[in-house]
């Protein structure tokens, strides 16, 4: 194996890796959470997205083992990147829906909502059920939706299916309660994405997303080699893979985390130029010689507010916080 014995580059010796012993007069960095789903299960298992009163929600999958299976842990993230509450839900009966500050949990046949996003509170609150005997003439079920779309800010339809009948459950907020009317169809019928509560939920981060390109809020500055090994790259789908031979070593880079720089360095990388995307850089995880590529992706959600959380794989998810010492020292 060949290796490089040109020293390191001065101006990057102070560069650390990003854990919890990165050490700064600047930032302080912490695990904010882990979990132990594999990326083949759940591929991006650790989600954030904007809440109610300038709040942000991180979801992270809680699965530890088959009894935990679908229990998800929820974390309320205020302003200035501190928690201001965390839910744990075991989600074996019901399926919850944020909607700006509700949580509305559906089923096939029962429904309730919480205001825990707003106010922390997660007193069940039962959702007004119409048309529950299916008593109702389709113009009149068809009549009572078109008026709540025009009517009312939150909607969304659910499908349920039950021994080979179809039906809808058709969920909206009025008067101050939510409520639900069923509603019976001849055959099934998918629903449009502009149809379903997902849209009221905007992830704006994702743990585990594949990307081999660095994201627009990531500078790359050095790439220091260190040793040139073989490596594979496996393509999946029944195709064969391929051998490279390529430098390995340590990659630095620079984030802006409110109004001051944040650097880094990341180890085992190699990156990778070619033609076919006009050379720019493609960057790769190698643990060892022979080893499968894995990409590497150096993910940032910046807040305005000056914190800021990083993730490089699916299963953890750190918080960078600038110290209160940093924020008055200009």
């Known amino acids: 194996m060949e290796h490089n014995k040109k020293p390191l580059a001065s101006e990057y010796e102070n560069f650390q890796e990003i854990n919890e012993h990165y050490h700064s007069d600047n930032f302080e960095v912490k695990l904010f959470c882990e979990t132990q789903v594999s990326s083949s299960s759940s591929p991006n298992p650790i989600r954030i997205f904007p809440s109610v009163n300038n709040q942000l929600i991180v979801s992270c999958d809680a699965e530890k ?70 008593s109702w003439s389709e113009e009149q079920v068809y009549q009572k939706i078109e008026t709540v779309k025009k009517d009312c800010t939150y909607w969304f339809f659910e499908n349920v299916t039950n021994n080979e009948h179809y039906y ?33 939920r905007n992830n704006v981060f994702r743990t585990g997303e594949e990307d081999p390109y660095l994201p627009e809020n990531v500078t790359f500055l050095h790439f220091h080699p260190e040793e040139k090994l073989k490596y594979s790259h496996n393509i999946g789908g029944g195709n064969p893979g391929f051998s490279v031979t390529n430098w390995r070593g340590k990659a630095f880079f620079k984030t802006k985390i409110g109004d001051r720089d944040f650097n880094f360095f ?28 894995r990409t590497f992706r150096p993910s940032f959600y910046i807040s305005p507010n000056g914190f800021a959380f990083y993730s490089s794989n699916s299963q953890n998810m750190y918080i960078i916080r600038k110290k209160e010492s940093a924020k008055t020292d200009h």
Do not use: C
């Open 266 to 293: 990341v180890p085992h990388i190699a990156v990778e130029k070619e033609k076919f995307d006009g050379f720019k850089d493609r960057f790769y995880t190698v643990l060892a010689a022979s080893y499968p590529a």
């Open 65 to 134: 083992n088959e009894a935990t299976q679908g229990d998800m842990l929820y974390y309320k993230i205020k302003s200035n990147g501190t928690v201001e509450d965390t839910l744990h839900l075991s989600q074996n009966e019901y399926w919850p829906e944020f909607i700006d500050g509700f949580m509305v949990f559906t089923n096939n046949d029962k429904a309730f909502y919480t205001t825990w996003p707003q106010n922390g509170d997660t007193t069940r609150l039962m959702v007004n059920v119409l048309n529950a005997d299916l």
């Open 168 to 200: 809808r459950q058709f969920f909206f907020y009025q008067d101050k309660q939510w409520q639900m009317v069923w509603q019976k169809l001849p055959e099934y019928r998918s629903l449009d994405s502009s149809e379903t509560a997902n849209r009221y």
